[in-house]
């Protein structure tokens, strides 16, 4: 049973315009979140975090988004740059300060030049 | 080091065969974690130990898998009698709480023939 789910496998976007990366979870008890970034032979970067009490948080040109009533996250890039095609995982955790993340399958985002 | 390594980078091992791969954590890191990462798969959670001790292997999938980090430092995580089903990318990371942020190493690709 997937607990974090990253339905889209992959996503083609122009250089330029936005990229949105989303992530469902089912696990109610899930209150903080993370995106992961994944070059090819590479481990994966953190990128952005937020915590269930905020619904919102910005980083530069990555702001992530929670719904936490639609358990539903979403990370928007904008403007989207080729070095950003990578693979994006989302992962949560069910208490604060816990290690154990869960993480999503991923989603390959390829931006075209 | 300036990040966490991990060696060897690639193992082809036959079934049945013992295996153990090595992770350096970043220094002054405490925690430290391995993942194993099926081809098309999120990372999925093994292990985590806090300096040297292992709180938590509830991931490991057998008994055939068996992790230490006995100086606090440097971890090993050894597989006996690897089965194909063991193919996969293991992960290492690290963190110092309390961030939640942990860093990747770059993963051991292991391929049981």
């Known amino acids: 049973d997937q607990q974090v789910k990253q339905n889209s496998p992959s996503l083609s976007v122009q250089e330029g315009r936005i990229s949105i990366l989303n992530c469902d979870y089912t696990?109610?008890?899930?209150?903080?979140f993370l995106w992961y970034k994944k070059y090819p032979a590479e481990g994966p970067t953190f990128l952005i975090s937020?915590?269930?009490?905020?619904d919102k948080n910005e980083d530069g040109r990555f702001t992530v988004f929670l719904n936490k009533s639609a358990k539903h996250l979403s990370l928007h890039i904008v403007p989207s740059q080729p070095g950003d095609s990578a693979v994006y995982f989302c992962?949560?955790?069910?208490?604060?300060?816990?290690?154990?993340?869960?993480f999503g399958t991923g989603t390959r985002l390829k931006v075209l030049a | 080091g300036a990040g966490v390594s991990q060696s060897p980078r690639y193992k082809v091992a036959k079934r049945g065969q013992d295996v153990a791969l090595r992770c350096d954590p970043i220094?002054?890191?405490?925690?430290l974690f391995w993942y194993q990462q099926a081809l098309g798969q999120g990372p999925e959670f093994l292990t985590y130990?806090?300096?040297?001790?292992?709180?938590?292997k509830s991931g490991l999938p057998s008994d055939r898998f068996f992790a230490e980090r006995p100086e606090g430092s440097v971890s090993t995580l050894k597989i006996q009698r690897t089965q194909q089903e063991d193919s996969a990318v293991y992960l290492c990371?690290?963190?110092?709480?309390?961030?939640?942020?942990?860093?990747f190493g770059p993963g051991t690709r292991l391929t049981v023939t």
């Open positions: 990371a690290s963190s110092r709480p309390p961030s939640y942020e942990q860093y």
């Open positions: 696990n109610s008890m899930f209150d903080y």
């Open positions: 937020i915590s269930s009490i905020k």
């Open positions: 992962a949560a955790s069910d208490d604060a300060g816990t290690y154990k993340y869960i």
């Open positions: 220094s002054g890191h405490v925690s």
């Open positions: 130990f806090q300096n040297e001790a292992q709180l938590d």
